[in-house]
């Protein structure tokens, strides 16, 4: 009989301590698999609608088929899991500063690494989405107007393919932009940083965010000084423990209007 709790992993890393536990939920009767960064719990397997709504609202706005996709933050899978499920996705990269989280998918350690890991169109890779997004923004900064975008763009944010845009890069790593895990990581929440982060996708291309937050004004303004649109939707769930209704906002936006085919 397995235990009713147990640690599966614990490992120290840049930004603290992060543990992976299962434990069992009688009341449902179903294994609950448990993100800790030191004493703050980041992400459960009991609560993954705005994670996978953060897949299905980026990629309904996303044009076009061959649709290559970043996710930037890997977490239990859920939102990698739900990009897959679309069949217009071509290509799937998953950027995750943690080698050790990429190691718990990678040794099955989660449910869903087991998929992730087996389908040819994804990619775990160990990176900085941050530090990524932020030589992009320093390189368009620097660069002369004629050549700014392509310098822009050169940086990438693949590790594995400099200059790469993509059609969709959706985030889930902080738990909102006013609320980050670091206080490098605020720079992406900002006008430049996402203007940086707009010059890494096709013409028509999506970007997506998740917040724990409620929709914030602050962001939403400065959305609009990077892309022509965005949107801000409101993900409801059950929330079983404490017996109530819980919320996440999941931010859309859109580069300039244009069919998106991938090739």
């Known amino acids: ?77 859920y939102t990698a899991d739900a990009v897959l499920d679309d069949p217009r996705v071509r290509s799937l990269t998953v950027l995750d500063a943690l080698g050790e989280v990429i190691d718990w998918h990678k040794r099955g350690l989660v449910p869903l690494g087991p998929r992730l890991t087996k389908d040819p169109r994804c990619r775990l890779v160990q990176g900085d989405f941050f530090a990524r997004a932020a030589g992009a923004a320093a390189a368009a900064a620097s660069a002369s107007a004629d050549a700014g975008v392509g310098a822009a763009a050169a940086q990438g944010l693949d590790p594995e393919a400099p200059g790469r845009r993509f059609h969709a890069i959706l985030v889930d790593i902080d738990h909102s932009p006013d609320h980050v895990l670091h206080p490098s990581h605020a720079a992406l929440y900002g006008p430049d940083g996402l203007r940086a982060l707009s010059g890494q996708l096709h013409p028509g291309g999506i970007f997506a965010l998740w917040s724990n937050d409620p929709p914030s004004d602050a962001f939403t303004a400065a959305l609009a000084t990077a892309f022509p649109w965005s949107e801000a939707h409101v993900v409801s769930f059950a929330n079983p423990l404490q017996e109530s209704a819980a919320t996440n906002t999941v931010y859309v936006a859109g580069t300039a209007a244009g069919s998106v085919v991938g090739t």
């Open 1 to 77: 009989m397995r235990a009713h709790f147990e640690e599966l992993d614990w490992q120290p890393t840049p930004l603290g301590e992060i543990s992976l536990r299962r434990r069992r939920d009688l009341a449902t009767d179903t294994d609950v698999y448990e993100v800790k960064l030191g004493d703050e719990f980041l992400m459960s397997s009991m609560f993954t609608a705005g994670e996978v709504a953060l897949a299905r609202l980026g990629l309904e706005a996303t044009p076009g088929t061959r649709l290559d996709v970043l996710v930037g933050g890997l977490g239990l899978g």
